[in-house]
């Protein structure tokens, strides 16, 4: 059905706009996320894009006004004509946002931690980071292509993350890291797997009919 839905809506300029502005969504997400990840290992410093990470969370939050607001009066226009398409897109546009969201909030987490000095879970917490990313950039054009394949693939790839990142918080408990240390990384992990869920979320729509949408684990987990 999903597929059928994208294809026609393609062929509507007006509605063809606002994948265009999803799609804006996605790809400001993920670079928020992408440089919130660099600034938490010290890549780079929070005041040099602290300004950049909080006009793109804007221009998120703006662009799903926006999107909310053309579906709403498209609906008005055609009640009957693209309502599983409009409650699909009312479903993603507020995963993407919070998707943004949590970037922003791993980015926060530098002004807290002193010292992103590496020891035994860095390599850990960077597998996980890696493959959050890959997520991120494959999304975006399985939604466009309605690529069942690839959105299955996110679907199970956010299983083993939810599973890695609870198992890590439990390691985190019984160590001896520093306070700071200790309270970043459990919070980045928190982070980590809301992100991986929400970028599921997504997939799921391209999966599942408009009812099971946010049911990741239906028949794939």
């Known amino acids: 059905m999903f597929k059928e839905i994208i294809n026609v809506w393609k062929e509507d300029i007006f509605l063809k706009e606002i994948i265009n502005d999803f799609e804006n969504m996605l790809k400001e997400a993920k670079d928020i996320f992408t440089k919130a990840v660099m600034v938490f290992w010290s890549e780079k410093s929070p005041q040099e894009i602290h300004a950049q990470i ?6 998120i939050n703006e662009e799903e006004q926006r999107i909310r607001r053309r579906l709403i009066e498209h609906l ?5 004509k693209d309502f599983p398409a409009c409650l699909v897109f009312m479903s993603v546009i507020k995963d993407a946002e919070r998707i943004g969201d949590y970037g922003k909030n791993i980015f926060e987490l530098r002004y807290i931690l002193k010292s992103s000095e590496s020891d035994k879970f860095t390599p850990m917490l960077k597998e ?3 493959e959050i990313s890959k997520n991120l950039s494959q999304i975006s054009k399985a939604f466009k292509e309605a690529d069942t394949t690839c959105a299955i693939q ?3 790839s956010h299983g083993r993350i939810g599973k890695e990142c609870e198992a890590l918080i439990r390691s985190l408990v019984e160590s001896a890291l520093p306070s700071d240390k200790l309270v970043c990384y459990t919070l980045l992990l928190r982070y980590y797997k809301r992100i991986s869920a929400h970028t599921a979320n997504i997939a799921s729509a391209i999966v599942n009919p408009v009812e099971k949408i946010d049911y990741v684990a239906e028949g794939i987990l």
């Open 76 to 80: 008005a226009i055609n009640p009957r």
């Open 54 to 59: 909080y006009a793109q969370d804007k221009k």
């Open 128 to 130: 996980l980071e890696n």
């Open 154 to 156: 996110i679907m199970q």
